[in-house]
């Protein structure tokens, strides 16, 4: 539990320190790096990670494999689902209380009162942590875009990553697929390995335009390494050679592609097999088509099949699909809450041939949510016969009392999906 005097105060105070929660350019992050000593110029070899879906996925399967090979590893991932200090992970542990408390403090400091984000701050914190912990490596999601993301500030990494991109967050990085590629490409760095997940087309030529233009050694999809299921299996293969492995143990078809990525960056380190396996088999990424088999929402439905998901943009709703469409048959159920932000047609359209009805909710305490009846609406325009519910907890008792083993899935945000996790312990 964290401490009300302690970093839940602060982090709320840095939430008032700009007027906007997004704003895009790396001037301040370069002014408080500055004041905190550069600890960007002093992290373990770094591993940059950025696309719109499967960021997380593919590096917690990079880390999985890397500590399986004796590696400390350290992680920045965002956005948190329960509590802010799952953004930090520390030589494999996540940040205590104290130590992300006084992290705070002294980056609120060195800031000296200054306009700067959220993210920018928090970011900052992190690379200072990083910096002053030792481990073999620090593994960095992109929090929005690429090119002018708080994270984009270490000159030379050791690698660089980009999964699948497609169209999302419009208002940020651009209104096409090779705009928004353009942003995403923009962590690619002179003569740095770049690993490329399947892309479209559009996007393909965007990121091998810079990786030509830059001399950075392309380890692409389709043509420097390909993967793929396999009678219950997952087949891998590069330049070095061929892998079969289990499938992931994170669920769903696209998580072979991701495990992929994870693979391809794995094996440019000199990882062996043994480190491969566990990269797909010892990953844990929750929200991610997480099945909820303890805490009092399940506990609440014990004959109902409880899935969890954060996807929220069309590709994650193709994904969310897929992974559905691949399960055993089951009367399926969606209990779906979205944030305004969000293409709800484009997310629905995939998801509705899937399932038998959706429930549509409000995320409690989001001042961005999406009406329960939007969403309904949506749900309804893509063929999906759909309903509002006062909660999470109402819409589950509604599908038990009539349906008490079927399938459902909690699903259409992130901080949906955090508010589920923090309720169900």
């Known amino acids: 539990m964290t401490s009300p005097a302690g970093s839940d105060l602060i982090l709320e105070r840095m939430m008032t320190l700009h ?8 001037d301040r992050m370069h002014r408080l790096l500055a004041a905190l000593g550069h600890p960007e110029r002093q992290l373990p070899p770094v591993i940059h990670v950025a696309g719109t879906n499967g960021k997380g996925s593919t590096q917690a399967m990079i880390r999985a494999g890397l500590e399986a090979a004796g590696d400390r590893v350290h992680a920045y991932t965002s956005p948190h689902l329960a509590r802010f200090h799952e953004r930090i992970r520390l030589a494999g542990d996540l940040i205590s209380e104290p130590a992300l408390t006084a992290l705070l403090d002294e980056c609120v400091v060195a800031n000296g009162g200054e306009t700067i984000t959220f993210f920018e701050i928090t970011t900052a914190a992190a690379l200072l942590a990083f910096a002053r912990t030792p481990a073999d490596w620090t593994l960095l999601e992109v929090g929005l875009g690429g090119r002018l993301d708080a994270t984009n500030v270490v000159d030379h990494p050791a690698l660089t990553i980009l999964t699948p991109i497609s169209i999302d967050h419009q208002q940020y990085l651009g209104e096409t697929l090779a705009e928004i590629a353009g942003e995403k490409a923009g962590i690619v760095k ?16 965007v990121i091998e335009a810079r990786a030509n233009r830059l001399g950075a050694p392309l380890l692409a999809w389709g043509q420097h390494w390909h993967c793929h299921a396999d009678r219950g299996r997952m087949v891998f293969q590069d330049e070095t050679g061929l892998l079969d492995l289990p499938l992931p143990n994170l669920p769903g ?9 994870a693979l391809a960056a794995l094996r440019h380190l000199g ?9 797909v088999t010892r990953a844990f990424w929750p929200a991610r088509m997480q099945r909820l088999r303890h805490g009092p929402l399940a506990e609440s439905a014990p004959g109902v099949e409880l899935w969890l998901d954060g996807g929220h943009n069309p590709a994650g709703g193709e994904a969310v699909a897929a992974t559905l469409a691949g399960m055993p048959r089951r009367e399926t159920f969606l209990i779906c809450g979205m944030l305004n932000t969000k293409d709800v047609a484009g997310y629905m359209r ?8 959706l429930y549509a909710v409000e995320i409690p305490g989001e001042k961005n949510t999406l009406p329960a009846e939007t969403t309904r609406n949506a749900a309804q325009a893509a063929g999906l016969a759909a309903q509002t519910a006062a909660s999470v907890g109402a819409a589950l008792a509604e599908i038990v ?14 901080y949906l999906a955090g508010q589920v996790l923090k309720t169900n312990g």
């Not at 002179?190 to 030529?205: F, I, T």
């Not at 995939?350 to 009805?357: C, D, V």
């Open 19 to 26: 007027p906007k929660v997004i704003d895009l350019t790396l």
């Open 190 to 205: 002179r003569g740095v390995p770049v690993v490329v997940g399947p892309q479209p087309p559009e996007a393909m030529a």
């Open 253 to 261: 078809p696209h998580q072979v592609q991701n495990a992929g990525a």
């Open 271 to 279: 990882r062996d097999e043994a480190a491969c396996e566990a990269a």
């Open 350 to 357: 995939p998801i509705a041939p899937q399932a038998t009805r």
């Open 401 to 414: 009392a009539t349906n008490p083993e079927a399938r459902v899935l909690i699903c259409g945000s992130l």
